[in-house]
Structure formats: structure tokens, C-alpha cells
């Protein structure tokens, strides 16, 4: 075999693909391999470069191959669309990776360590239970309404609807209906508790986390913001300004003359983040 200098892997659930070109660009290896045999086949390699596009798994896998002693550049799938050839399938993407990891302008996402990404799943845990409370709650009130009981909104009034329920007195609602609305109701206190108990565990990671504290001192930055940030960003330094990781967010500030104000903008306050992490983590 050829000596392979840069490898694309295009990562699936179960059936990978592999692009490797040697020092001069000409193909060296192009083949599949199943799960089991990815850690195996690169271990018999050389160290070599290997991009791969930053989506589901790619930080595990990133984390798996450096270990074994291979640089791995992990790139958004927008920036190597712009490399495929022709029809889209395992064996053209792997070689659009390929050729775009070796792109000198190529833009590079870093690699999140295992603590970061269970920061982050805090938060999309958190999410998830937020959105099934929303739809719980719709669905009470929903149901109910079609009784014609109806009760303002907020948390109040879906205490007042599940109150109605509980009261057996109340003949407005069936006797199905109310067993129906009632087990609505279990959930949703069910939701609210784990709701709780992830703001607990997200408020401790922050209290264990010094950048988090740091960022926390910041004017309008609180620890779910603080956390959020830390959990999001593997390396501040892959920004050149606090105004391009405000970008980055996607909070950009309309092209306008700067009003005279005491209160602090979002945008600001992120630019400010940006700026406090890349001096914090700065060698």
C-alpha cells in the first residue's frame, strides 16, 4: 500500500467510508469498512491527516483516531459541499472530504471533549423537557375547552383546570375524560420535577467549572449563559475577535449609527464573552 498522507472518513452508524491519498494526491486506498474494523484499520496506518465533517459522532470518533496518533479536522458539511463532484453517495463524499481537508482556507471545528458534550446534553435534555411541558399543557387545555372550561393563562390557570379535574363534585367533566386529563396531569408534574433537577445539575456544573464562574462575573451573563458557553466552545482561540464569535452565535448587529445608551446590548454582551475567552485560554 501506498504511503496515505490524508484520509477522508465519511462516518455513518454502521458502514464507514474511506478516501486516503498519498504526498503526491493519487488515490491510495478507497474502501468501506463496518463499524468494528474503523479503530483497527487506522491503528496499522501512520500517522496521517483526517478530516471528517462535523456532525453526529464526529467528536467521538475525532477523539478515538488522535488518540492512535492521527491529526483530525473536523469541517462544517456546508464548506464541503462546495468538493463534490458528482452524484452524492458514500464514496463521493468521502473524497469530497478528502480534498477539502487539505484546502489551505479550509475552516475547522474543534473538538469537544467528553465533559463539554455532557454540559451540552444538559441542555438539550433540558429542551426536550421544556417542549413535552409545552405540549402537555396545550393538550389540557385543549381537552378541557372542549367541555367549555377554560382558565386564564400561565401556570395558574393549568393549576385551576387540574383542580377542576380533581374535583370528583364537578359533573362537567366525564368520568373517561377526567381519567384521561388526570393522567395529563401526572406527567406533567412529572416534567416540571426533572425540569428542576436539571437546573440543579446544570447550576452544580457551573459552580465546578472555573471558566464558567469567570464568565459568570460578567455584566448580563448569568450561569446558564456562562455554561452554555463554555459547554458550546472547545477553543475561543479558533476565533480572531469577540466580534466574530458574536457572528459565530448568530447575533449580528444591523449596520447603524451606535445610539447613547447605559444598558448593555446582547450583542455586546457576547462580544464581551468572546473577547473574555480568548484572553482566559490564551497561552
Not at 463496518?34 to 465533517?53: A, D, N, Y
Not at 437546573?199 to 459568570?216: C, F, G, Q, V
Request: proline residues 6%.
Amino acid at each position: 500500500m501506498q504511503a496515505i498522507t490524508t484520509i477522508g472518513l465519511d462516518i455513518a452508524k454502521s458502514v464507514f467510508q474511506v478516501h486516503g491519498v498519498d504526498a503526491q494526491g493519487n488515490v491510495a486506498v478507497r474502501r468501506q469498512l463496518k463499524r468494528r474494523q474503523v479503530l483497527p484499520f487506522f491503528k496499522k496506518l501512520s500517522p496521517c491527516l483526517v478530516g471528517i465533517e462535523a456532525c453526529a459522532t464526529s467528536h467521538h470518533w475525532s477523539r478515538e483516531l488522535q488518540v492512535l496518533g492521527h491529526t483530525v479536522r473536523l469541517m462544517p458539511p456546508a464548506y464541503v459541499k462546495p468538493y463534490l463532484k458528482r452524484q452524492k453517495n458514500d464514496a463521493a463524499d468521502a473524497e469530497a472530504i478528502c480534498e477539502a481537508v487539505m484546502r489551505p482556507s479550509m475552516r475547522f471545528v474543534e473538538t469537544k471533549t467528553p465533559e463539554q458534550q455532557s454540559c451540552l446534553m444538559l441542555y438539550r435534555m433540558r429542551h426536550l423537557f421544556v417542549r413535552q411541558q409545552t405540549a402537555v399543557i396545550n393538550s389540557i387545555r385543549a381537552h378541557l375547552a372542549e367541555f367549555g372550561i377554560v382558565a386564564p393563562v400561565g401556570r395558574n390557570g393549568v393549576e385551576e383546570l387540574l383542580d377542576v379535574v380533581a374535583d370528583h363534585d364537578d359533573t362537567r367533566v366525564p368520568a373517561v375524560a377526567r381519567e384521561c386529563v388526570a393522567a395529563l396531569g401526572m406527567q406533567l408534574r412529572t416534567l416540571k420535577a426533572q425540569i428542576l433537577e436539571f437546573d440543579r445539575r446544570i447550576m452544580a456544573w457551573h459552580r465546578s467549572n472555573e471558566m464558567s464562574k469567570r464568565l459568570d462575573q460578567i455584566p448580563g451573563v448569568g450561569p446558564a449563559l456562562a455554561t452554555a458557553l463554555v459547554a458550546s466552545i472547545a477553543d475561543p482561540r479558533a476565533f480572531r475577535s469577540g466580534r466574530d464569535f458574536s457572528a459565530w452565535v448568530g447575533l449580528v448587529p444591523k449596520q447603524a449609527a451606535p445610539r447613547k445608551s447605559s444598558a448593555i446590548s446582547p450583542s455586546a454582551v457576547i462580544d464581551i464573552c468572546g473577547a473574555c475567552l480568548l484572553r482566559v485560554r490564551s497561552p
